[in-house]
């Protein structure tokens, strides 16, 4: 009864078999997103390839693999030709890739997130370099096309809420080849207008529509823009990387308006509140006032101003006093001290300072005297010289040497006749 039940790797041999034979199979055109990219040490990569509801796996050999001319990675849109085919081992179909391509809408989400990691890294995108909008505009710079809902909505929005304000509209394109080169353009041109703000967007549409709000050129622009930036493309949901780099980002062109000018009304209830909160500090401080000058008026220094000179005449006399005490006793402890140094020993027995000095005099007198050679001599001693030289020993001097002997009273010179050593 088992007979008629097969392995799986039985059945799994039989799919592969007809896959492998069906001519529809062999050469296949598939278009999808890659996810789960993996870039093998081989040189082989292994991925997914999926759209909207299905996923197929997906390898291509190093041999084909070294002939695709960009970097494939996750996100991004791609066009495959290949075969189908079974890997037993797993039991799943899979693409065996010869060929692929870039497809358009991938490749410009790749593109965004590699210049927005650029820029990022480079700094466009830190808070530091963001100016703060102005609360009250005189004059809004508005950079879009001069047609369409964008434009419309911003000098509505703006007209409605502050109508004072003066806007200045710099017609641009804002899709297409030429889009970002001409954006880039009309905000370096807006830097020449007394502009408070700049208004850079327009409407919603596809990625392509919304692309040159993604190029580096027009990301440079805004950055180096004196004049503070609202970004305003597409809708809430769009984020560009002018959105990144602005100094404000707006989810629409009309909430860019909104955040441009104020409400002339709120500004009305404002000021309402700001004069009324003015008349009570004005009245505040003037009570204040009245009160500090009533209590001047009433304090008894004023009622009794003599009273205040006796005071500081009092004060005066006491300090006076003072001080000519001080100067009194100082000068009584000087004559003390004086009177103390005329009675003291030493003073009047100025012999006593030097009497030690004498007796160190004399000693070192004697001590010289001691060393004195001349006093040797005078005790019966000589010195004898050679080559006026002071012998000190007689390994110096050999027979017939002519030597010269110092005495007391004088000289003596005398021929060596022989030389003995003492052992």
């Known amino acids: 009864m088992s007979d008629k039940y097969l392995t799986v790797s039985a059945i799994t041999r039989y799919l592969k078999a007809k896959i492998d034979t069906d001519e529809n199979l062999q050469t296949v055109y598939l278009k999808g997103e890659i996810s789960n990219f993996k870039a093998h040490t081989s040189g082989h990569f292994y991925f997914s390839l999926k759209d909207e509801s299905s996923k197929i796996n997906a390898i291509m050999f190093r041999s084909n693999a070294k002939n695709v001319i960009f970097k494939p990675a996750d996100g991004m849109k791609v066009l495959v030709r290949g075969r189908i085919s079974v890997y037993e081992a797993m039991g799943g179909y899979q693409i065996y890739v010869d060929e692929m391509l870039e497809d358009g809408v991938g490749n410009l989400y790749v593109a965004f ?10 700094g466009l995108f830190d808070s530091a370099h963001k100016r703060q909008i102005p609360k009250v505009p005189k004059r809004v710079g508005i950079i879009t ?21 003066e806007t200045i509209l710099f017609t641009t394109l804002v899709q297409g080849e030429n889009a970002k080169d001409d954006i880039a353009r009309n905000i370096k041109k807006a830097q020449d207008y007394d502009l408070d703000v700049l208004i850079v967007g327009r409407g919603g ?19 180096d823009s004196k004049i503070p930036i609202i970004s305003a493309v597409g809708h809430e949901v769009d984020f560009t990387i002018a959105d990144f780099v602005a100094d404000l980002r707006a ?17 009305k209830r404002h000021i309402a509140q700001l ?9 505040k401080k003037v009570n204040y006032l009245k009160l500090y000058m009533e209590t001047i008026k009433n304090s008894f220094v004023i009622k009794n101003p003599q009273i205040m000179f006796e005071n500081k005449k009092q004060s005066l006399l006491l300090i006076n006093d003072k001080l000519n ?6 000068v009584d402890n000087m004559d003390r001290a004086l009177e103390k140094v005329k009675k003291s020993y030493v003073l009047a027995n100025p012999y006593l300072l030097y009497k030690d000095k004498i007796l160190l005099v004399r000693n070192i007198i004697d001590k010289l005297n001691l060393l004195n050679p001349l006093n040797i001599l005078a005790r019966g001693y000589s010195i004898t010289y050679l080559n006026d030289k002071a012998l000190k020993s007689v390994s110096f001097v050999k027979k017939k040497d002519i030597l010269k002997i110092k005495l007391n009273d004088g000289f003596l010179m005398a021929e060596v006749l022989e030389v003995k050593e003492e052992k």
Do not use: H
Request: hydrophobic content about 45%; some cysteine.
């Open 113 to 122: 997130e590699q210049l927005k990691k650029k820029l990022q890294a480079e």
């Open 275 to 283: 004069k009324v909160r003015l008349n009570e500090s004005i009245f």
């Open 251 to 267: 989810p629409t062109p009309t909430a860019a308006a909104e955040m441009a000018v104020p409400n002339m009304s709120d500004l």
């Open 145 to 165: 096309a001069s047609t369409g809902a964008a434009i419309r909505d911003i000098i509505t929005t703006i007209r409605r809420r502050f109508p004072i304000c």
């Open 325 to 330: 005490n001080l100067m009194l006793s100082k």
């Open 205 to 223: 549409g596809s990625i392509e529509d919304l692309w040159p709000s993604n190029e580096e050129i027009v990301a440079r622009a805004i950055y």
